[in-house]
Every structure is written in C-alpha cells, then in structure tokens.
C-alpha cells in the first residue's frame, strides 16, 4: 500500500515549493483574519489596512497579495475593477461583511483624492445626529464627496465596488446582497 500511494504521490519539487506556498499563505490569511475579527473596523483605504493587519499578525503581506491577485505595487496604486475584485477575495478571506469591504475601498479612493477624512468627518460625527453609527456616517460622508471627483475617478469607483459586490454575491450564492 505504501508503494501504491508513494507512486501517485507527485514528487517534483515544484510541486512541493507550492504546496508550501499555499500552506504559508493560509496560515498568513488565517492569523491576519484572528487579528481582524478581534479590532473593529478601521477607518483607512485597503493599503494602510492590510499592512497595518499584517504587521499586527506578524506575517509577509506579499504572499498574501499575490494569492489575491496584487502586487505590493499595485496595492499602492489607483484602484480599478480588477483591485475592487482582489480586495474582495481578500475580504472574503478575511471574512469581512461587504459594508466594510466596501468602506475600505471607498477610503482607497478618498485617499487618492487627498480627501481629508477626518476633520470633515469630525464635524459631521459632532452634528446633532449624535448616536449614528460612526460607519454610517462614514459611509454618507463618502458617498456625498465622491460625487464630486472627477469622471476618471468615479468610474474607476463604480466598476471596483461592482466587482466587489459581485464577488460577494457569489460567495452567497448568488444571494441579493445590496
């Protein structure tokens, strides 16, 4: 029986640098997800997220980008359609809901755009609306100001939270999400 099993066991090298690989990645993934589920959610783009989560969990964010489909580089770069749909395999990885998912990536944008964040964000929070949820807010706060960026800008917007949300909805199934 051995015999048998030593024969369908592929034995090439690549075949085990891989599987190391993948063994390295997971257990990156599944330390970085311990350390999430335990904060709550940071008000900052994916960029600053995942570097700061990787550094908390202790691990080598590049494995884990590159599993996602991102480099290190692109990760700093403009957001589009086909980082809208990695950050969403590695939200799904990290077993965020689509509404922080979604938070991030906006923040992504308003971070490209320089949008200053807090002191604008500091006086909507301090508005007579006081018990919202910060997240809430957050979320109105961005939706109003995307409005206002540039058509390059908003279309790269949409088509990431589109692949996004179409890697939630069929991670559930094809369940409506929105």
Not at 29 to 56: E, N, W
Not at 103 to 122: I, K, N, Q, V, Y
């Amino acid at each position: 029986m051995a015999g048998l099993l030593r024969a369908a066991t592929p034995q090439s090298p690549d075949f085990r640098r891989n599987c190391a690989q993948a063994a390295h990645t997971a257990k990156a993934l599944l330390r970085m997800r311990r350390i999430s589920q335990r904060m709550s959610p940071p008000l900052m783009g994916v960029s600053p997220y995942l570097r700061g989560l990787a550094a908390a969990a202790a691990v080598e964010l590049a494995a884990v980008l590159a599993w996602a489909g991102l480099t290190p580089e692109r990760l700093n770069g403009p957001a589009d359609r086909s980082f809208g749909a990695a950050w969403a395999r590695l939200a799904l990885a990290l077993r965020l809901g689509p509404r922080e998912a979604q938070l991030h990536l906006r923040l992504t944008f308003a971070d490209e755009m320089r949008l200053e964040l807090w002191p604008s964000l500091g006086v909507e929070l301090r508005s007579e609306r006081g018990g919202a949820d910060v997240l809430a807010r957050c979320e109105s706060f961005l939706d109003s100001e995307s409005k206002t960026w540039n058509e390059d800008v908003r279309g790269r917007l949409q088509a990431s939270e589109a692949a996004l949300w179409a890697a939630y909805r069929q991670a559930a199934g094809g369940d409506d999400l929105a």
